[in-house]
């Protein structure tokens, strides 16, 4: 699952997830960058069976998505769940928040773009991911990507659990960063 909002070297990084045979979902803006530069995309909305409403406010907030991020793949009653709800497992997760702190700092905003900047989906998604850690790699900075690729690569589409669990603590520490600052 990719959604991000940096989209700093999302297209190149993705490339290379397609090249290894990985499925690639994502939310509108950046399923469709990635579209146009002939990436095969999924989108979440394809997924969910619902479009994204107000204004985008509401787009990942739905079962299949967090479903996918927190199930737990050796629970059998999850799996049960999984398969009698149609959920299927998100492995890897590329999120990044609504740039809330260039919005507060930039005296032309308004208040209204600085509320529009803080990011509801993308915490919930990113703590999910991280609380999950041994089902879900979740991946905040996209500085990481290219030791994920390496990991990957090196690994047979597969991450270690110590990289997870460190990519993990990582995510928790940017989403507490993220709601101090909001």
């Known amino acids: 699952l990719i959604s991000v909002s940096d989209k700093t070297g999302i297209v190149e ?3 290379e997830l397609h090249a290894l045979d990985i499925e690639i979902l994502s939310t509108g803006g950046t399923a469709s960058m990635l579209r146009s530069e002939g990436i095969p995309v999924t989108s979440v909305s394809d997924i969910t069976g619902f479009p994204e409403v107000m204004d985008g406010r509401v787009k990942t907030l739905h079962p299949k998505i ?22 299927s497992s998100i492995d890897i997760a590329i999120i990044n928040l609504y740039p809330f702190e260039k919005t507060v700092t930039n005296p032309n905003s308004t208040d209204e773009d600085i509320i529009e900047n803080i990011d509801i989906g993308g915490p919930a998604m990113v ?16 500085l990481r990507y290219e ?19 460190s990519l993990a603590a990582e995510a928790f520490a940017h989403t507490a960063r993220y709601d101090t600052l909001i």
């Not at 967090?66 to 959920?87: P, R, S, T, Y």
């Not at 703590?127 to 996209?142: L, M």
């Not at 990957?152 to 997870?164: F, M, P, Q, S, Y």
């Open 66 to 87: 967090h479903g996918g991020l927190l199930a737990v793949l050796d629970n059998e009653q999850h799996k049960q769940q999984m398969d009698e709800h149609d959920i």
């Open 127 to 142: 703590r999910a991911s991280a609380k999950n850690y041994k089902w879900t790699a979740i991946v905040v900075n996209p």
């Open 13 to 15: 990084f993705a490339r």
């Open 147 to 165: 030791q994920l690729l390496t990991e990957l690569k090196a690994n047979n589409n597969t991450i270690n659990e110590d990289v997870r669990r």
